[in-house]
């Protein structure tokens, strides 16, 4: 069944706009196919690296995704059934609703659907699913293919320039049931890349709206953190440049927001919030291989002295500390615990941006989300929120229910 979308936009200005409607108006109509039980995917670029002097050889992390592509003789994709062009490096921040189809001429995208014009997914279970686009339920050939750096469509460039293929796997996706997938590189040696295709479970779980939670995974290649042992780190993801270990213990700290100190001087266990001074929530192992959904842990929305029951004003720090350091030693001041991959943080401010820069391996905005909402302004809310490390970068994927409009009085 085909549906068809019609998109206008007016040369007027809006005091005459309603009057004058049919006037100078230039309409697009986009033509959508019915799908009929479908699955949820979201598609991330976790092809992380840039291309050196001393990787030359490697081929940009630039793709393009063909699900069920048809080949001609000599092996070059001619077209697919379903078609992500101008995939890009994902994005640190993945929110909780769509943010790359307006403001942007570049046809780059950071993930699937992202930019594309298809149908999404609706409120399922209360969460929002308008960031997963609504794919044919069944048994698919998914190919991603890597493509120049440029603004051409990938079946108009040259054929010499379709032939590189970066991955080529067989996926089965159940009818109305989340998948995220995420291209990444399994072996820093070798550089093998492949795919990990995680059929989500968050809305099928007994989640309190009380409760913020939070997992996490590591996804970074074999091999990828003894190989920067003891280099230099860079300026933007500190610590976590150097990788992880292989295993990890993951520790919890909430503090009260400081607004005069955002460089981190005003957070230690003098000012964390009761119970959340470095609690230890569970242990965090690499694994490339597995596509099972990490368990979630939580803490509470409403907590620290800020909050009211509508409103709470806290930051949240995640340590990852090796086994045999303990929390207590504060392994961040250790140089040579940072460049073994011993130890790594991430923060999650409040206003989502570079606060905490100096102390943070790396920094996202805060889990908690506040807007306006009904008569308040702002309101807080509890979010679903999944952590993914790749390779000395980290990645936060955030997902929010869906929550009743301002009221303006």
């Known amino acids: 069944m085909k549906l068809k979308l019609r998109y206008c936009t007016s040369s007027l200005q809006l005091g005459i706009l309603i009057s004058l409607y049919s006037l100078f108006s230039a309409c697009t109509e986009i033509e959508y196919t019915e799908i009929d039980n479908p699955a949820y995917l979201r598609v991330f670029n976790s092809l992380n690296y840039e291309v050196k002097l001393e990787n030359r050889l490697e081929r940009p992390p630039f793709l393009t995704m063909l699900i069920d592509p048809v080949f001609d003789e000599e092996g070059i994709p001619v077209s697919a059934a379903i078609v992500s062009d101008f995939l890009d490096q994902r994005d640190k921040y993945a929110a909780p609703f769509p943010t790359h189809s307006a403001g942007s001429t570049s046809k780059k995208n950071?993930?699937?659907?992202?930019?594309?014009?298809?149908?999404?997914?609706?409120?399922?279970?209360?969460?929002?699913?308008s960031s997963w686009a609504q794919v044919p339920s069944g048994k698919h050939r998914i190919v991603f293919m890597f493509r120049p750096i440029n603004e051409i469509p990938f079946f108009s460039l040259e054929k010499r320039l379709k032939k590189?293929?970066?991955?080529d796997e067989n996926i089965d996706l159940q009818a109305k049931e989340i998948y995220t997938l995420n291209v990444l590189q399994k072996d820093y040696m070798t550089k093998e890349n492949g795919i990990i295709l995680r059929q989500e479970n968050f809305h099928k779980l007994p989640l309190s709206d009380s409760l913020v939670y939070f997992n996490m995974y590591n996804y970074s290649a074999y091999g990828f953190q003894s190989s920067l042992e003891g280099k230099d780190g860079s300026n933007t993801t500190g610590s976590l440049h150097?990788?992880?270990?292989?295993?990890?213990?993951?520790?919890?700290?909430?503090?009260?927001?400081?607004?005069?100190?955002?460089?981190?001087?005003?957070?230690?266990?003098?000012?964390?919030?009761k119970n959340y001074d470095g609690l230890f929530i569970s242990s965090l192992v690499r694994n490339t291989e597995s596509n099972e959904v990490a368990a979630y842990s939580s803490f509470p929305l409403y907590r620290g002295p800020s909050s009211n029951g509508i409103k709470t004003d806290m930051i949240q720090f995640i340590s990852l500390i090796a086994p045999?350091?303990?929390?207590?030693?504060n392994p961040y001041g250790r140089r040579d615990a940072q460049k073994g991959g011993e130890f790594a943080l991430l923060t999650f401010h409040k206003d989502g941006v570079?606060?905490?820069?100096?102390?943070?391996s790396a920094y996202f905005p805060n889990m908690i989300i506040s807007l306006h909402s009904g008569e308040y302004n702002p309101r807080s809310f509890s979010t679903v929120n999944t952590i993914e490390i790749v390779n000395g970068k980290a990645y936060l994927t955030t997902i929010q229910r869906k929550y009743a409009p301002p009221v303006y009085k």
Do not use: C
């Not at 590189?164 to 991955?167: L, P, T």
């Not at 992880?244 to 005003?266: A, E, Q």
């Not at 570079?354 to 943070?360: E, K, S, Y």
């Open 110 to 129: 950071p993930e699937y659907p992202g930019k594309e014009n298809v149908l999404v997914g609706p409120i399922l279970n209360g969460f929002d699913l």
């Open 164 to 167: 590189d293929v970066a991955i």
């Open 242 to 273: 150097y990788g992880i270990l292989d295993n990890m213990n993951v520790y919890l700290s909430l503090y009260p927001t400081v607004s005069n100190d955002i460089y981190g001087g005003g957070y230690d266990s003098k000012t964390a919030i």
């Open 324 to 329: 045999g350091l303990s929390y207590a030693q």
């Open 354 to 360: 570079d606060a905490l820069r100096q102390i943070a």
